[in-house]
T-cell receptor, first 114, second 111 residues
Framework: GENVEQHPSTLSVQEGDSAVIKCTYS??????FPWYKQELGKRPQLIID?????GEKKDQRIAVTLNKTAKHFSLHITETQPEDSAVYFC?????????????FGAGTRLAVHP | DVKVTQSSRYLVKRTGEKVFLECVQD?????MFWYRQDPGLGLRLIYF???????EKGDIPEGYSVSREKKERFSLILESASTNQTSMYLC??????????FGPGTRLTVL
């Protein structure tokens, strides 16, 4: 089955710095690569995703890059703000017909200090 | 706005009790999922359903069952609760192979 690892498990940055979280996976059939954000006490929410026919996607201060050959993808957050503090999960999966069975990483706790 | 609701935010049960966790979504999504979330382990899929009365095992189905009699409702059943089932349970729904929308979670404690 799919083995998903996230690094680092915790990340502490100063406000305005950049943050990068890396996700490695083992299943070569994976072709959908989302990132979910979970603020303290809240539900996880999708913040950005990418499909395997695209190498990079950007949405304002966040971006995701994919290296399918090396089986890893990364979340990049620029100009971090205190509200970026949360746990971030990657969840690579193969798109299968009418649903995708996500395999979540263990999460990365990001703390942004003012 | 997609709305996914769960029947309880907090639940305390005793070992051996039968426990029902209910999830309702209001966006006519065909797919529904049950996860448990434990510190350091991320979210692990227990069961999912892609249509009414259809169900598939996830990665950790042991000790759980599910029921989906109506499209909007997906129930997770702990047949005989055990202390190692103390966890946060999250329900999610999706339309096709798209974003999963999560409920607020139920924190279950089994004593």
């Amino acid at each position: 089955g799919e083995n998903v690892e996230q690094h680092p498990s915790t990340l502490s940055v100063q406000e305005g710095d950049s943050a990068v979280i890396k996700c490695t996976y083992s299943d070569s059939a994976s072709n959908y690569f989302p990132w979910y954000k979970q603020e303290l006490g809240k539900r996880p929410q999708l913040i950005i995703d990418i499909r395997s026919n695209v190498g990079e996607k950007k949405d304002q201060r966040i971006a995701v890059t994919l290296n399918k050959t090396a089986k890893h993808f990364s979340l990049h957050i620029t100009e971090t703000q205190p509200e970026d503090s949360a746990v971030y999960f990657c969840a690579p999966s193969p798109l299968s017909g009418g649903y995708n069975k996500l395999i979540f990483g263990a999460g990365t706790r990001l703390a942004v200090h003012p | 706005d997609v709305k996914v609701t769960q029947s309880s935010r907090y639940l305390v049960k005793r070992t051996g009790e039968k426990v029902f966790l209910e999830c309702v979504q209001d966006m006519d999504h065909e797919n529904m999922f049950w996860y448990r979330q434990d510190p350091g382990l991320g979210l692990r899929l227990i069961y999912f359903s892609y249509d009414v009365k259809m169900k598939e095992k996830g990665d950790i189905p042991e000790g759980y069952s599910v029921s989906r009699e109506k499209k909007e409702r997906f129930s997770l059943i702990l047949e005989s609760a055990s202390t190692n089932q103390t966890s946060m349970y999250l329900c999610a729904s999706s339309s096709g192979a798209r974003e999963q929308f999560f409920g607020p979670g139920t924190r279950l404690t089994v004593l």
